[in-house]
C-alpha cells in the first residue's frame, strides 16, 4: 500500500525555525514527485512547490518561492519542507502529495498542523 | 483569490445530479488537459477523483464525471449520496512559471 506519513503536529513561536517531513512507503519514493500543500485554517488548498527525489529537482509557486525550501533525503524516502523564520501567518495544516505524473497530485499523507503563536 | 474560480457552494437532494463548475484562462485550464478534482471531508485529507479531465483512479464511484469545455472544467456527481457532503477542490497546470493552480473549494451540501 502507498503511504506517505507525516511528522507530528509543531508549536512555534514566531521567528522560529521549523522543518517537518513526509517519509513515503509502498512505492520507489525516488522516481515519483512529492508536492507540498497548505491549507490556512477553514480555507482552500494552496500549492507551494514539488520536488523530484531522484535529483532533488524543484519547483516553487511563485507565492512560495523564498519562503520556504523543499528538501528530500531519497536514502531515507523522505521529504521535507522548512521555515527559517515562522510568522504567525504560517499557521495551517501542510500536506504532502505524492504525485502519479508530473501533473497529478494522487496520495495525500494525512497532513502537518503547525501552530505559530507567541 | 485563487487562481481558478469555483462557486463557494453547491446544493442537491439524495439521487439528484450536482455540477460544480471550474474556470480559468488559456493559460491554465483552457491550455492544458491536465486538470484533476479533489474531494476533501471535514478534518480530512484531499482524495483525488479525477485527473487529466476525465480520468478516475480505480475505487472513485461511477458517480462522478467531469468535463472541460474552453477555459471551464465540470465535476458532476450524480445519484447524489449523503457521504457525498465535502469540499471538492479543482487544480491545473499552468505552464512552466505558476506550475500548479487550485479552485478555491466548493461546498457541497446534500439536502
Known amino acids: 500500500e502507498v503511504q506517505l506519513v507525516q511528522s507530528g503536529a509543531e508549536v512555534k513561536k514566531p521567528g522560529e525555525s521549523l522543518k517537518i517531513s513526509c517519509k513515503g512507503s509502498g512505492y520507489t519514493f525516488a522516481n515519483y514527485w512529492i508536492s507540498w500543500v497548505r491549507q490556512m485554517p477553514g480555507k482552500g488548498l494552496e500549492w507551494m512547490g514539488k520536488?523530484?527525489?531522484?535529483?532533488?529537482?524543484?519547483r516553487y509557486s511563485p507565492s512560495f518561492q523564498g519562503q520556504v525550501s523543499i528538501s528530500v533525503d531519497k536514502s531515507i524516502s523522505t521529504a521535507y519542507v522548512q521555515w527559517s523564520g515562522l510568522k504567525a501567518s504560517d499557521t495551517a495544516m501542510y500536506y504532502c502529495v505524492k504525485h502519479y505524473t508530473i501533473y497529478v497530485m494522487e496520495v495525500w499523507g494525512q497532513g502537518t498542523t503547525v501552530t505559530v503563536s507567541s | 483569490q485563487s487562481a481558478l474560480t469555483q462557486p463557494p457552494s453547491a446544493s442537491g437532494s439524495p439521487g439528484q445530479s450536482v455540477t460544480i463548475s471550474c474556470t480559468g484562462t488559456s493559460s491554465d485550464v483552457g491550455g492544458y488537459n491536465h486538470v484533476s478534482w479533489y474531494q476533501q471531508h471535514p478534518g480530512k485529507a484531499p482524495k483525488l477523483l479525477i485527473y487529466?479531465?476525465?480520468k478516475q483512479p480505480s475505487g472513485v464511484p461511477d458517480r462522478f464525471s467531469a468535463s472541460k469545455s474552453g477555459n471551464t472544467a465540470s465535476l458532476t456527481v450524480s445519484g447524489l449520496q449523503p457521504e457525498d457532503e465535502a469540499d471538492y477542490y479543482c487544480?491545473?497546470?499552468?505552464?512552466?512559471?505558476?506550475?500548479?493552480?487550485f479552485g478555491g473549494g466548493t461546498k457541497l451540501t446534500v439536502l
Open positions: 520536488i523530484y527525489p531522484a535529483d532533488s529537482a524543484t
Open positions: 487529466e479531465v476525465t
Open positions: 487544480t491545473s497546470y499552468a505552464g512552466s512559471s505558476n506550475f500548479v493552480v
